[in-house]
């Protein structure tokens, strides 16, 4: 059974750091990503990994506050969020794709065949 476990999220403040964490199981993933969705918005990419290569991309807006990275010791990815602003309040999404071309676009959605349930990160000013 493929599951994609999330932790990290909560309350902070603005200027703090958070670091989220993506535990994939069930099978071998092609590529790890993080997307995002704040209310009344539509879902988008903020970060992907890509598991062979350990290959990372970024979103335009998340390029120098965030990065992601792999803890191979927990089987983990993890999304460290820097400088946090209001702006980042969302529910934030690990996905991942098993398919042999899911890493060809590790920015669309369509690439990624299974979805955690999210965990909510929210920015006080």
């Known amino acids: 059974q493929v599951q994609l476990t999330e932790s990290g999220g909560g309350l902070v403040q603005t200027g703090d750091s958070l670091t989220l964490s993506c535990a994939p199981s069930g099978r071998t993933f092609v590529v790890v990503g993080w997307f995002r969705q704040a209310p009344g918005q539509e879902r988008e990419f903020v970060a992907a990994l890509k598991r062979r290569t350990g290959s990372t991309f970024y979103a335009d807006f998340a390029r120098g506050r965030f990065r992601v990275s792999r803890d191979n010791t927990k089987n983990t990815v993890l999304l460290t969020i820097d400088t946090l602003k209001p702006e980042d309040t969302a529910v934030y999404y690990c996905?991942?794709?098993?398919?042999?071309?899911?890493?060809?676009?590790?920015?669309?959605?369509?690439?990624?065949?299974?979805w955690g349930q999210g965990t909510q990160v929210t920015v006080s000013s």
């Open positions: 996905a991942a794709g098993a398919r042999s071309d899911s890493g060809a676009y590790p920015h669309a959605l369509a690439s990624y065949d299974y």
